[in-house]
């Protein structure tokens, strides 16, 4: 008798390289039911489709033994901050936070930061000589004064304590068993949201061309943000800014370290640095899964998925899905045909509002990276931060040559 399947992310290493479980998951059918009481997807057509489909992302719309988890957990808590960012609201009301988000986060103002982004990343890579950790040295320090630049936070907000309170709150992001884990989300969410508001109302008092400011003056036909959604944005903004983008860098370092050959094309040929990063997003995913809830009986290659399901739509599964890439899916090709058909920031309305942001970061940080240090190579062991979700490593250890 055939021993049933079943998906494992707590197991054994799974963290340090969930692909050989993605592939036995796409294995084993279109839709996955796990014991726990939600559904996995891990093929790409089936998690575009989830993706940009008319479903949930309000947890309150979860039902059955799940529901009853998240209770025990959480309590009566709502989502991240308060359930009032633009990541845990369905439309309508997505659609009017996302538009009056989207008045201060504009493809102009994104564009004209790149010669500020090359300036730092060649101020932290000149810092870099011999042994170091490329997180510390350049995959945090990047993205987290860029965010924090753009929302334009004075010198003495507590950036060390800020990076701590984010790191606890995207565990909220995993799958949590453990109560006291919840409880330390629930208090860095509070804490987080209580510096937001502080920090809120010093950029009141001292406006600047930044983003906070554009987020408090944001205004559609007479619609603004309210103190509390001001807030959650802030908060959303400020996390998904930075913690992305670490895993971005690391994991497209790592990936090229690991491949050295295509290291070495990148190099040599330069115009590939945007097809790279697209290719590096599609190989190692710097957020491994999406979530949706069914809001009606959902069907997926002839099974049905109850209404009130939590559904994982594996973004990391269907990036290496070979009916999707071909027979060299897992391998790490920059000048792979369209590999933007990935979906690692997500699809649909909620596809990720920050993916220019972090594509020029990505872009400008690898490309430099490998031109500066040709004989890079791994100096140690890689240490992952054992995320399920936002999935890369803790520690870098390389040598610059």
């Not at 860029?146 to 995207?170: F, K, N, W, Y």
């Not at 930044?210 to 807030?231: H, K, N, P, S």
């Not at 959902?298 to 594996?314: K, L, N």
């Amino acid at each position: 008798m055939t021993e049933t399947y079943v998906f494992d992310p707590f197991a054994p290493g799974y963290t340090d390289d969930p692909y050989p479980e993605y592939a036995r998951l796409r294995a084993s059918g279109a839709a996955h039911e796990h014991p726990l009481g939600f559904w996995v997807l891990s093929h790409h057509e089936d998690v575009s489709a989830l993706l940009r489909g008319s479903l949930s992302v309000e947890e309150r719309n979860v039902g059955g033994a799940l529901a009853d988890l998240n209770a025990e957990m959480y309590g009566e808590r709502e989502e991240r901050s308060g359930g009032l960012s633009m990541l845990d609201r369905d439309p309508p009301v997505h659609t009017r936070l996302r538009k009056l988000v989207s008045k201060a986060f504009t493809p102009r103002s994104i564009a004209a930061l790149e010669p500020e982004i090359v300036s730092l990343v060649d101020e932290l890579l000149d810092r870099m000589s011999g042994p170091v950790d490329l997180v510390e040295a350049l995959a945090f320090p990047l993205p987290f004064a860029v965010i924090s630049q753009m929302m334009g936070l004075p010198d003495s907000a507590d950036h060390a304590r800020m990076r701590e309170l984010t790191g606890t709150l995207v565990r909220s992001l995993e799958p949590v068993v453990d109560p006291q884990v919840a409880a330390e989300i629930m208090a860095a969410d509070e804490e987080l949201s209580a510096l937001a508001r502080g920090l809120i109302a010093w950029k009141r008092a001292n406006p600047g061309e930044d983003l906070m400011t554009a987020l408090i003056r944001a205004e559609d036909d007479g619609d603004v943000l309210d103190d509390d959604e001001l807030v959650a944005q802030v908060v959303l903004l400020y996390v998904a800014g930075h913690e992305t983008t670490v895993n971005l860098i690391a994991n497209g370092a790592l990936a090229l370290l690991h491949h050295p050959d295509q290291a070495a094309m990148l190099r040599e040929q330069p115009d590939l640095a945007g097809n790279a990063v697209e290719e590096l997003l599609r190989y190692d995913s710097p957020v491994q899964f999406s979530r949706r809830i069914t809001l009606a009986p959902y069907e997926v290659d002839g099974r049905t998925i109850p209404q009130g399901s939590f559904v994982m739509a594996g973004l990391g599964a269907a990036n290496r899905d070979e009916a999707q890439w071909g027979p060299d899916a897992d391998q790490l090709r920059i000048d792979r045909p369209e590999p933007r058909s990935h979906l690692s920031f997500g699809a649909g309305v909620h596809h990720c509002l920050g993916a220019a942001l972090a594509r020029l970061e990505g872009r400008i940080a690898i490309q430099r990276l490998v031109e500066r240090f040709p004989r890079l190579a791994l100096d140690g062991d890689v240490e992952w931060n054992g995320r399920i979700n936002l999935r890369g490593p803790n520690t870098l250890p390389v040598t610059t040559g």
